[in-house]
């Protein structure tokens, strides 16, 4: 019996990416953002800046990766159970030049996976083989609802809080309660 595959993306549901990003964008443009300020997908709008200048930011957080915090403690420990019953990658849109910081993120965080897949953009992700995938993009669930088979788990963020149920998408507040999610998904298809 094959191993279920489960795509787990990095920014936001792995590393809290976006609390470096507040530093950075606050320092620049003298304001007071706070992850909680982001309670919509394009954060470059909510901080009124370009989305260029919002992707550099985003890399410049990845180059100073030892700062980068997990989403939650015992991260390692969480994702673990996961490869308890399943192959698990991390898929990430990460730009080529990051690729290096997230690898020594996880390792550093101790978080075991399977492979790691850049793909280069984060709807690209849909397109891949995956049973479930773990991600915070409404974007990504909205693509992977209209799937016939597209079964995935949003991990719950200030910028997807407002997003609707969908077909085949569950929702996690936290990673303790992601594999058991993942268990009752793969065991149905």
């Keep these: 019996m094959r191993l279920p595959r489960i795509a787990v993306d990095l920014d936001g549901v792995?590393?809290?990416?976006?609390?470096?990003?507040?530093k950075i964008i606050n320092m620049r443009h003298s304001t007071h953002f706070k992850v909680s300020s982001f309670?919509?997908?394009?954060?470059w709008e909510t901080a009124n800046i370009s989305k260029d200048e919002f992707f550099r930011i985003l890399d410049e957080a990845w180059f100073e990766w030892r700062s980068l915090p997990p989403?939650?403690?015992?991260l390692a420990e969480k994702v673990g159970k996961l490869l308890e019953f399943s192959k698990v990658?991390?898929?990430?849109?990460?730009?080529p030049e990051t690729v290096a910081s997230a690898k020594s993120w996880l390792k550093t965080q101790e978080i075991k996976f399977n492979r790691f897949v850049r793909t280069n953009s984060g709807t690209e992700k849909v397109d891949l083989n995956y049973d479930v995938?773990?991600?915070?993009?409404?974007e990504v669930m909205s693509a992977l609802s209209s799937k016939p088979n597209g079964h995935a788990i949003l991990y719950t963020q200030?910028?997807?809080?407002?997003i609707q149920e969908m077909p085949r998408i569950l929702r996690a507040n936290s990673w303790d309660k992601i594999p058991e999610l993942v268990r009752g998904m793969v065991n149905f298809h």
């Design 14 to 22: 792995l590393a809290n990416t976006m609390e470096v990003c507040c």
């Design 39 to 43: 309670n919509r997908w394009k954060a």
């Design 71 to 74: 989403t939650e403690e015992r």
């Design 89 to 95: 990658d991390i898929v990430t849109g990460r730009s």
């Design 133 to 138: 995938f773990i991600d915070d993009s409404p």
């Design 158 to 162: 200030p910028w997807n809080r407002e």
